[in-house]
């Protein structure tokens, strides 16, 4: 089993939809949880962290946390074309900071 | 603009041949790493430094990679008789000094091509 798993995708939305990205990982000890945005043939970004159980927004982005059933999801409200990129779910599962990414899902908005 | 530089962006190189690369954190940031990562895949950790400690190894670092911090500001990462496998994206990340180490900020990458 992987420690990190996302779908590959891609997902496509339309423009103005609401884009909805999923994350489960295996280390029940898992602390901290981000999400990286990677455009092809460039360094991930990071655009949103989060520690505890529930939602945090941050402007149109919100990530969603739940430890019980070991998943993480990140939400885009209103996506746009410049959304479209691959989103890197990544996990820090304690010990010194190394931090595990799964695989991203690639995202797609359709003008 | 003062994020994580890295150098060169891109290097071809020969299988045989040694290779290094340089990174050169946020200044404030006193934690450092080296992650690689290939077509398909996210970034998988190599090595940590905390100002000039070798702090963590992953197991994917054979003999043939090391990396150094000597003076706790920029790091190198040498890979010696590079093979073909060894063609990826080089990313080096920093985090701050009293921060959440595991809050990391990307370079834009090193990317090697082993022909």
């Known amino acids: 089993q992987k420690e990190v798993e996302q779908n590959s995708g891609p997902l496509s939305v339309p423009e103005g939809a609401i884009a909805s990205l999923n994350c489960t990982y295996s280390?029940?000890?898992?602390?901290?949880f981000f999400w990286y945005r990677q455009y092809s043939g460039k360094s991930p970004e990071l655009i949103m962290f989060?520690?505890?159980?529930g939602d945090k927004e941050d402007g149109r982005f919100t990530a969603q946390l739940n430890k019980a059933s070991q998943y993480v999801s990140l939400l885009i409200r209103d996506s746009q074309p410049s959304d479209s990129a691959t989103y890197l779910c990544?996990?820090?599962?304690?010990?010194?900071?190394?931090?595990?990414f799964g695989t991203g899902t690639k995202l797609q908005v359709i003008p | 603009d003062t994020g994580v530089s890295q150098d060169p962006r891109h290097k071809i190189t020969k299988r045989g041949q040694n290779v290094t690369f340089r990174c050169d954190p946020i200044?404030?940031?006193?934690?450092l790493y080296w992650y690689r990562q290939t077509l398909g895949q996210g970034p998988e950790f190599l090595t940590y430094f905390q100002n000039e400690a070798q702090l963590e190894k992953s197991r994917l670092l054979s003999d043939r990679f090391s990396a150094e911090r000597p003076k706790g500001s920029f790091s190198t990462l040498e890979i010696q008789r590079t093979e073909q496998g060894d063609s990826a994206m080089y990313l080096c990340?920093?985090?701050?000094?009293?921060?959440?180490?595991?809050?990391?900020?990307f370079g834009p990458g090193t990317r090697l091509t082993v022909t």
């Open positions: 280390d029940r000890g898992s602390q901290s």
């Open positions: 990544a996990v820090n599962s304690g010990g010194y900071q190394k931090v595990t």
């Open positions: 990340a920093s985090s701050p000094r009293g921060g959440r180490a595991d809050e990391q900020y």
């Open positions: 200044s404030e940031h006193n934690r």
């Open positions: 989060i520690y505890s159980n």
